[in-house]
């Protein structure tokens, strides 16, 4: 189970961190990745990090102000948005994948958390 949190109204500029705290299954096994889904878009990636949590991958909009990490002892996930945009307004789900190997399609993760929700406003 992966439950998602963090989310809120914020304005442009300001900074919000979100936290996947995920129960059951190993999580040390898992690569985790964070997605997005505005009103009427497709899911879009954000960003994912490696099991060991030595390397975190993005999607291009985030061009820096994005930080994911990993706390293997509290089995949570971390997304870290600095200098945040109304364009980052969207609903933010945390997600495993039982894999070794990073990948940036939502169809290869194969827990979700919830979401949370993000609103920047301008």
């Known amino acids: 189970q992966l439950q998602a949190s963090g989310g809120g109204l914020v304005q442009a500029g300001d900074s919000l961190r979100l936290s996947c705290a995920v129960s059951?299954?190993?999580?040390?096994?898992?690569?985790m990745g964070w997605f997005r889904q505005a009103p009427g878009k497709e899911r879009e990636f954000v960003s994912s990090i490696t099991r060991s949590g030595g390397l975190g991958y993005y999607g291009d909009f985030v061009k820096g102000r994005f930080t994911i990490s990993r706390d293997n002892a509290k089995n949570t996930v971390y997304l870290q948005m600095n200098s945040l945009k109304p364009e980052d307004t969207a609903v933010y789900y945390c997600?495993?994948?039982?894999?070794?190997?990073?990948?940036?399609?939502?169809?290869?993760?194969?827990?979700w958390g919830q979401g949370t929700q993000v609103t920047v406003s301008s």
């Open positions: 997600a495993a994948r039982d894999n070794p190997y990073h990948d940036s399609r939502s169809s290869k993760y194969d827990y």
């Open positions: 059951g299954g190993t999580f040390s096994s898992y690569v």
